[in-house]
């Protein structure tokens, strides 16, 4: 059962209330690190403001901040770190074809690292509508 979303056609109220056991599994399975959802050109979903009128939801996430810190500190310290080294491969004559062919797998590693931590920041940081 989908329960996202109270606009969602699978929304399940009863689970989101009453069933703590289930929401704090969906809630452990699903969004352990991300609350703040992008479903579809812009559109988010932030879960705690979603849930905050459901009580067995709310617990749930609220169960889920101490890995709050975590991931946050993760996602910030990694910053400087990725703009040094992207820094580096941005400079003139680093990403020649031949460079970019012998190291695909490794660039590819680390532009991902780069999206998921912007990515990440740009939906947890930013202020609700």
Excluded at 3 to 11: A, E, I, L
Excluded at 93 to 109: A, N, R, S
Aim: proline content about 5%; charged content about 20%.
């Amino acid at each position: 059962k989908a329960v996202v979303s109270t606009q969602s056609t699978g929304f399940a109220p009863d689970i989101l209330h009453n069933q703590q056991a289930v929401m704090r599994e969906i809630v452990d399975k699903h969004f352990p690190d991300n609350w703040v959802l992008d479903v579809y050109m812009g559109l988010t979903v932030n879960l705690v403001l979603e849930w905050e009128k459901f009580r067995a939801a709310a617990t749930a996430l609220n169960n889920t901040f101490d890995n709050v810190r975590v991931v946050s500190r993760k996602h910030v310290q990694s910053i400087p770190k990725l703009c040094d080294r992207a820094l580096k491969l941005l400079q003139e004559g680093v990403l020649v074809e031949d460079y970019v062919l012998d190291h695909i797998p490794k660039l590819m590693t680390f532009l991902r690292e780069c999206n998921c931590t912007l990515r990440w920041m740009m939906l947890h940081t930013a202020a609700p509508p």
